[in-house]
């Protein structure tokens, strides 16, 4: 016998979605198409593969991202590439390229995809992971921030969670920045010895960095470093003021956190952050904020931005916690089920029942048909193990008569219905008992 081959498994940190939990996926995906198109958001889809120099750049070079999370390669013609590690610096790139700048007023623009950081692997945290995010570029109106921090939340209720916590800060920008980092150096001075060695090194290099720190030893020194709300120049505190108050009018609650200056170079003033305890230790639901001066750095002209991005694998997770919680229908996150099964007796059913199931999926009702000949108990037990709502026997009976048997397979109950009427009359029944069906129809996000 020969020996079978040693399986291949999925590279360490990166996995496979299998349905059903792709249902989950796919809810949370055209929940977020359906919210984002209401604020009149447009998808753009940028490459997954960029120069590095972009994230080098935009990120910035001393981040925990750039220097140690990247999957950068040197490509055949010696360019360095790189797997983005996130999408911001992305799509204002392609802004840029494709002079988006010259079309008068805001763009607002959403995405959604895999990102790659070489973290180590944990519940929540993955090499490839996937984003939903949105960006608005050409404004730096602090109704903007509420407005973006608005429609998150709606997205976030849509989705059934309701347990989690907006952070927010300012950041200042580059005008009132370089003296708070020179009186946190200071502060830094005489502590940093006894701090972690990528914290003295920060404290050096850019200071900034110290506050995201995550090593629980350092969190009591950083907890006594001075707060940058405490160093904003006029025009930044009268920003942040702004979208306090838009938010307030909003309805919106918020806890201002001071050290939330977010793991990326490219911030400027609002930065904000969800976390959700139905995460555990890798909290942050999703992140953002604004950045006003990223176009200027890559290459283009002034167009002020914020935006955010959604850890969609937490986000499923946060989601199905709060359905087994019952913060949102359970029903929600099952699966939807198969309209019908068609099942047909002996050879000359075989094509009008092809037939059939061509016709009915035409009309967006999910079917299956299975080709091999069965006795019609086999094909009544794979309906049943499918979910499917109804059964449609067709036999030498139903083929002479035009009349097919359609079975409803949760009562037994069986009508004969006029074969061109199956499908009206499948989606009457399915209308009427409220059933979830698979339907494409159905995708489209309701009221
Ligand atoms: P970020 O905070 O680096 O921001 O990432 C946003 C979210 O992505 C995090 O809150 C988390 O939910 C998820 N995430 C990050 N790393 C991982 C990982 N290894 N595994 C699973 N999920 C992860 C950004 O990426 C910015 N581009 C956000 C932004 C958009 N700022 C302005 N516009």
């Given amino acids: 016998m020969s020996k079978r081959a040693e399986p291949i498994r999925a590279v360490k940190g990166t996995r496979d979605l299998l349905p059903p939990e792709t249902w989950s996926w796919q809810k949370v995906e055209d929940g977020a198409r359906g919210v984002f198109q209401a604020y009149n958001f447009r998808e753009v889809r940028t490459p997954i593969l960029e120069r590095t120099e972009l994230f080098a750049r935009s990120v910035g070079a001393d981040t925990d991202i750039v220097t140690k999370e990247m999957y950068t390669f040197e490509d055949r013609d010696h360019e360095s590439l790189t797997l983005r590690p996130e999408a911001t610096a992305s799509v204002v790139r392609a802004y840029i390229e494709h002079g988006l700048f010259n079309e008068r007023g805001i763009h607002k623009l959403y995405y959604m995809g895999p990102m790659f950081r070489r973290e180590r692997p944990q519940k929540g945290r993955y090499r490839q992971f996937y984003q939903i995010g949105a960006e608005v570029l050409g404004s730096d109106h602090p109704a903007i921030d509420a407005e973006v ?14 347990s989690f916590t907006l952070l927010l800060n300012s950041v200042g920008c580059a005008k009132c920045r370089p003296e708070y980092v020179k009186v946190l150096r200071r502060a830094l001075g005489s502590v940093k010895s006894t701090m972690c060695v990528d914290c003295q090194r920060r404290a050096e290099s850019n200071p900034l960095r110290v506050l995201d720190c995550k090593v629980e030893a350092d969190q009591p020194i950083i907890a006594k470093l001075p707060s940058i709300l405490d160093h904003l120049g006029p025009e930044c505190r009268q920003h942040f003021d702004r979208v306090l108050a838009e938010l307030k009018q909003r309805g919106i609650p918020y806890e201002i956190t001071p050290r939330l200056v977010r793991g990326l170079d490219y911030y400027t003033r609002t930065t904000f952050e969800i976390t959700s305890s139905a995460l555990g230790a890798q909290n942050a639901l999703l992140g953002g904020g604004r950045y006003d001066g990223l176009s200027e750095m890559l290459g ?32 929600e996150l099952k699966d939807a089920a198969l309209a019908a099964y068609v099942a047909w007796l002996g050879d000359p059913a075989l094509g009008p029942a092809s037939e059939l199931a061509r016709r009915l999926r035409r009309q967006g009702l999910s079917v299956e048909i299975g080709y091999e000949p069965t006795k019609l108990k086999k094909s009544l037990g794979a309906a049943s193990k499918l979910g499917a709502r109804f059964a449609i026997i067709i036999g030498d009976g139903e083929l002479a008569s035009g009349r097919y ?3 409803d397979m949760s009562t037994g109950g069986q009508e004969e219905v006029e074969s061109a009427r199956i499908a009206s009359y499948l989606k009457g029944r399915i209308q009427e008992s409220g059933a979830r069906i698979q339907h494409y129809e159905t995708l489209i996000p309701g009221p």
């Fill in 300 to 331: 283009g002209p002034p167009a002020p931005g914020i935006g955010f991005s959604i850890g969609e694998d937490r986000l499923v997770l946060a989601v199905e916690e709060a359905a087994r919680s019952k913060e949102a229908p359970t029903q």
């Fill in 149 to 162: 921090l608005e429609m998150l939340l709606l997205f976030l209720e849509r989705v059934g969670l309701r």
């Fill in 405 to 407: 048997q359609v079975k």
